[in-house]
């Protein structure tokens, strides 16, 4: 791990019950500020690596590593919005309660601070009226206000799991937008996992490629994608489809 690193783990192996490796020596580090790319197949161990950053295994999964820095307030962007949400707590309230916990505000101002915050991911501010559920949201409603539900953590680093993945592509694209700027105004760094290439090269300063457990790459985004080292990394660089061109 080299020294200005914030956050990260060396040799880290994760097992199931059975004793089987399901994450096998993976090491990271993260400067603050910056964007590190995960990517790799389904089935990787992408989210259990981001989920053993941030402590939230599942049960059934040990963890042994040699060593860990991990202080900086972490918060985490689940896969799919939608299951991250209570789906019976009206959604401003589960706002408000990360906020009053997090920040250790008082009820009131909570309140105000989640509105902000609904402000300033162009959530409707009638959220904060009508007590509405996450089944009334739109999938990117519901994407935004977990992005709030991690702002309000106040993050130092943002783990973000394939954040767009569930959204359609107009609204990828927003979202995506939204969480730079995000970065640029609040300057948290970003463990980012996507399957998309084309998004990890427009995000990332750093990448690592994992498959089946392992990180088989890691490196500047620029030398991974252009000129890759490994057999399983140029495949997956040689499946980013050209868009066709329309003929006349
Ligand atoms: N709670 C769990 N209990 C047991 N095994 C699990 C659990 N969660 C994941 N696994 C297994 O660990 C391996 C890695 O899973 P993980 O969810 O990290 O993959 P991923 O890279 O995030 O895949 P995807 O791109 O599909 O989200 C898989 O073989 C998966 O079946
Ligand atoms: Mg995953």
Do not use: W
């Not at 989920?51 to 049960?59: A, F, K, Q, V």
């Not at 509105?115 to 009638?126: D, H, I, M």
């Not at 640029?184 to 498959?211: D, I, P, S, Y």
């Amino acid at each position: 791990m080299t020294g200005d690193a914030i956050l990260g783990v060396e040799n880290l192996n994760l097992r199931n019950r059975a004793g089987e490796l399901l994450v096998r020596d993976v090491s990271l580090s993260l400067r603050a500020g910056e964007t590190l790319g995960l990517v790799g197949e389904s089935g990787s161990g992408k989210t259990l690596t981001l989920r053993s950053l941030i402590g939230l295994l599942p049960e059934g999964i040990r963890e042994t590593h040699d060593a860990r820095l991990d202080n900086p307030n972490c918060a985490m962007i689940f896969q799919n919005p939608e299951s991250a949400l209570d789906p019976l707590c009206p959604v401003f309230r589960q706002l408000c309660e990360v906020v009053r916990v997090r920040q250790k505000a008082g009820r009131d101002e909570a309140r105000a601070r989640a509105l902000r915050l609904l402000r300033r991911l162009s959530l409707p501010e009638a959220l904060a009226k009508e007590d509405r559920c996450p089944g009334s949201l739109s999938g990117g409603q519901c994407q935004r206000l977990l992005i709030a539900m991690a702002l309000a953590c106040r993050p130092d680093v943002l783990l973000c799991d394939e954040p767009t993945t569930a959204l359609d592509v107009t609204v990828q694209k927003q979202t995506l937008e939204l969480i730079r700027s995000l970065q640029r105004e609040l300057g948290f760094a970003m463990v980012f996992v996507t399957h998309n290439l084309a998004v990890a090269a427009q995000l990332c300063e750093n990448l690592a490629v994992m498959q089946r457990g392992r990180i088989v790459e890691c490196g500047p985004a620029r030398q991974i994608l252009t000129a890759p080292r490994e057999e399983y990394t140029r495949m997956l660089t040689a499946a980013i489809l050209p868009v066709p061109e329309r003929r006349r």
